[in-house]
């Protein structure tokens, strides 16, 4: 007879309240331990009784298994139904049997003081966990516990991986980067030279001393202790600031008409009035955007201004704010409310502190909004003497040249990654702890192009990055001249154009400047195959390319002789279309000349062209959108923005961008705008299928749109981050502070956004909650964990919010498949999930659990404070005859 097995998961009823009353441990911005006292007698040190008479469940009791997520629960009860996996039976078999598991706490000897923050289960039954006081405590296959560093080289350790048990990297305070093996994990890896000390940060300097990188603060004017950058408009321009989001009329400028240091101040109102007002019968607002500025690695910062307000003293109304952008994402640090008194009656000193950001590229944006059309009879806002300063007051240096750590993912031997404090996120080379490159936020890409393997972006100072094999390259550019397009017509050759007549042409990640025949200034360029290729520019300028050489086109028309053309785009037949300032329009080709076809606008540029199956669209200044399938048209528009980019799959299928972050779809019957992303202009759109769009713009940002929502390809973030996961070769995740989740998908890192909680009355409520725990089973079944059982899961698209009755704290989060997951936090709290419901297991401890981990193998440990190790048991038991 066949024995049939039962594969059971087996829960139990919690054996009294009090078993649950115990500590609630966060972590503070170290990774200590705050909250109630526990007293070490309280824990269970013994096993959890089976009971091993559990009945048969019937065959209508078995739950059908569905990993929807729609159907996802999290069970209220400490009751559960059991998880069976029926075999095929016949009459007369032997005795069913069950295979019954549970974490059973162990003793290791090393006494209730220490708290385990981190735990690494290996092959062999070997487990390594890691604490405070720099403990690093090894258990052998034979249950023998060892203590391998105990105050030694950190004074906190949070987490510890590996990818065998001679690869190990454990993380913690100040940076500490521990790496070794089972027997010997507790010293900084070993060093040779200085270069391998090298943090990336020129601001900490690092050494190499008897083996050991040795870090100290390096004081001068460049890392801390002097003034970043200033701005005094007093040469009567904006001095790079850039007015965008403009509504109502009036826009940020440059007046004379006040200053706190004479001549000039920066100013938002209507300067042409006397006195001047703000007063435009509508509702108004603006923003005015700074040039990128690198703050100093080291040390704090903050953001000095003088200010005058003639306005509504209201906080809800005529509002003035100060946001620090960077990638594309603003985060506001002052606002008008902590103004002592409006109508300040003269200039008065602000201040915001951006220490958040150290060492980060940022740019600074003030916004004014009036809200309504009442009362904007005062004179405005002016700006005056605004600058960045650096302090070197509380610089220290690190450990490794990094902050605090809180998680570790280690790859292989040449692959880890870690993540800690103000976001961030270094990985290892096997020679080298390094930030990730990534695009430059000081870069504003103005070109974009690709086709179904690759993405070419260009911008300023010459700045070129492509994607290759689904990586983000940054390339060593020919020339520091700022770029402004790039085309190829077989994603093999690519042709970019510039300032100062400026031509490179590039194959993937090596670029080189071409013989230009002009000196004017290259706008637009459009490769219709490899032998003809178009590029346009300022005086007229068109010049061709035959397959051996670029040339000026003479068969412009003397009219436009003076024209500044901004794109170009050649159809099937190889008829060209121009356009460009003044809204001029021409067509031709290089043969036969050009044709001047009039202007579409009186007034501004229209600046650029996209066509498909015959039919033309243009955009320009103002929202302008030009169609043309036999006549021109004018198209309405849901925006009053200027448009700089046109891009699209298919007739019905177009993307425009532009300023303001305006992002405009069109679906063969009408415009619609979509909510960006970011803050900041949008000068460049490529679309390479209906769920697969690119954009990208100032400060650096890449933005891509996945036929369901427009999401920041490159940003980053100054939350904290508690965990890495990393699908070997795929995708890359990390989760913090704030329910911040950062995504690397082979481009960059990007932070993913969690969608509100929607109530039944329609309101919204953001998640907040920091998440401390994030695993995977699939690229598209990912779950995170936090604060307040806050379960959220990634479906390959979006984040899911996954409702919990188990308000506690979740701190570690581990499965053995998509079907076999556990979370555990707080409490002694430990959640199972089976593909359909989460539960709850007894644990018989009130320890706060830290961390979970396993082989993969079912080799599953649990660590916590109280000195608390727990391993997962199993035992093959009799469930008696049918």
Not at 186 to 196: I, N, S, T
Not at 357 to 372: M, R, V
Request: proline letters at 5%; charged letters at 20%.
């Amino acid at each position: 007879m066949k024995p049939i097995r039962l594969i059971i998961t087996l829960l139990f009823v919690a054996l009294a309240s009090a078993a649950f009353v115990g500590c609630s441990a966060e972590d503070t911005a170290e990774g200590a331990s705050t909250g109630d006292a526990v007293d070490a007698g309280s824990v269970e040190d013994a096993p959890i009784a089976q009971d091993a008479s559990t009945p048969e469940p019937d065959a209508e009791d078995v739950p059908v298994e569905d990993t929807s997520v729609s159907d996802t629960s999290v069970s209220d009860t400490t009751m559960v139904e059991d998880m069976v996996e029926p075999l095929d039976a016949e009459p007369g078999d032997a005795p069913q049997t069950a295979i019954v598991r549970w974490f059973e706490p162990e003793s290791t000897g090393l006494g209730l003081d220490f708290v385990f923050k981190g735990g690494w289960a290996g092959e062999a039954g070997r487990v390594v966990t890691v604490g405070n006081d720099g403990l690093v405590a090894s258990r052998d296959p034979d249950g023998d516990w060892e203590v391998l560093n105990l105050g030694s080289g950190a004074d906190l350790l949070n987490d510890v991986d590996g990818s065998a048990s001679s690869n190990l990297w454990a993380v913690g305070k100040k940076g500490a980067l521990l790496t070794g093996s089972v027997e010997v994990l507790g010293e900084q890896k070993p060093c040779v030279e200085d270069a391998e000390c090298a943090s990336g940060d020129e601001c900490s300097l690092g050494t190499c001393d008897a083996g050991t990188c040795v870090f100290e603060i390096v004081e001068s004017p460049q890392c801390c202790g002097n003034q970043v950058v200033s701005w005094g408009f007093d040469d009567g321009t904006t001095q790079g600031f850039s007015p965008q989001n403009s509504m109502g009329g009036l826009e940020w400028h440059v007046v004379t008409a006040r200053s706190s240091s004479p001549p000039n101040s920066l100013y938002f109102g209507d300067s042409k009035k006397s006195p001047p007002d703000f007063n435009t019968g509508e509702p108004v607002s603006g923003s005015v955007l700074s040039p990128p500025v690198t703050l100093p690695t080291v040390g704090s910062a903050s953001v000095n201004f003088k200010v005058f307000m003639d306005a509504e003293a209201s906080t809800s109304y005529d509002q003035l704010s100060v946001s620090v952008i960077v990638g594309g994402s603003a985060v506001e640090v002052w606002t008008k409310a902590e103004i002592p008194m409006i109508p300040t009656g003269g200039f008065v000193d602000a201040e915001a502190d951006l220490s958040n950001w150290i060492g980060k590229t940022i740019q600074l944006q003030f916004h004014f909004d009036s809200i309504d059309n009442f009362i904007n009879e005062g004179e405005g806002v002016y700006i005056d003497d605004l600058s960045i300063e650096s302090s070197c007051e509380g610089a220290t240096a690190s450990d490794s040249g990094w902050p605090t750590l809180f998680g570790v993912e280690v790859v292989s031997e040449t692959e880890a990654y870690a993540v800690g404090l103000n976001g961030t996120i270094i990985e290892y080379d096997g020679q080298a702890w390094r930030e990730p490159q990534g695009p430059d936020t000081q870069t504003t890409w103005y070109g974009l192009h690709g086709d179904v393997d690759s993405l070419v972006m260009v911008g300023t100072g010459g700045s070129i990055s492509v994607t290759e094999a689904g990586k983000l390259i940054i390339v060593e550019s020919p020339t520091s001249a700022d770029l402004f397009d790039v085309h190829s017509s077989d994603g093999q050759m690519w042709w970019a154009v510039g300032a100062s007549g400026t031509l490179v042409k590039g194959t993937g990640a090596s670029w080189s400047t071409v013989v230009s025949p002009t000196l004017s200034a290259l706008n637009g360029v459009h490769a219709a195959s490899p032998d003809n290729v178009y590029a346009v520019g300022a005086a007229g300028t068109v010049i061709h390319y035959n397959g051996e050489a670029w040339s000026l086109v003479e068969g412009v028309p003397s009219v436009l002789s003076t024209a500044t053309f901004r794109s170009v785009s050649v159809d099937a037949t190889g008829k060209a279309t121009l356009v460009g300032d003044g809204g001029i329009l021409a067509e031709g080709n290089a043969t036969d000349g050009f044709v001047y076809a009039g202007a579409l606008v009186d007034d501004g540029a229209l600046s650029d062209i996209w066509q498909a199956d015959g039919i033309r669209y243009i955009v320009g200044d103002n929202s302008e959108i030009f169609t043309h399938a036999g006549a021109w048209e004018n198209m309405e528009t849901p925006t009053t923005q200027h448009l700089r980019s046109i891009s699209g799959v298919a007739v019905d299928d177009v993307w425009a961008v532009g300023w303001a972050s305006v992002l405009l779809h069109w679906d063969g019957i009408a415009w619609e705008q979509f909510m960006p992303p970011m803050s900041g202009q949008i000068e460049a759109v490529f679309a390479r299928a209906t769920d697969d769009v690119y954009a990208v713009g100032s400060g650096g940002a890449i933005l891509h749109w996945n036929g369901t929502q427009w999401s920041i390809l490159v940003s980053e973030t100054t939350a904290t981050l508690r965990d890495i996961f990393v699908f070997p070769g795929g995708d890359k995740w990390a989760v913090g502070a704030n329910a911040t989740i950062m995504r690397h998908n082979g481009l960059a890192w990007h932070q993913t956004p969690l969608p509100p909680k929607v109530y039944a009355d329609g309101s919204e409520e953001l998640i907040t909650d920091e998440l401390h725990a994030i695993w995977g089973a699939t690229p598209d079944d990912v779950w995170a964990v936090g604060a307040n059982g806050r379960m959220v899961h990634w479906d390959g698209k979006k984040w899911n919010l996954i409702d919990s009755d188990f308000p506690v704290t979740l701190r570690g989060l581990y499965g053995l498949a998509s079907d076999d997951m556990w979370a555990v936090g707080n409490e002694g709290v430990i959640l199972h999930y089976d593909g359909e419901t989460w539960t709850p297991w007894s644990s018989g401890s009130v320890a706060t659990f830290y961390e979970i981990h396993g082989d993969g193998e079912g080799h599953v440990v649990i660590v916590g404070d109280i000195g608390t190790v727990m391993t997962l048991q199993s035992e093959e038991v009799e469930l008696g005859d049918e």
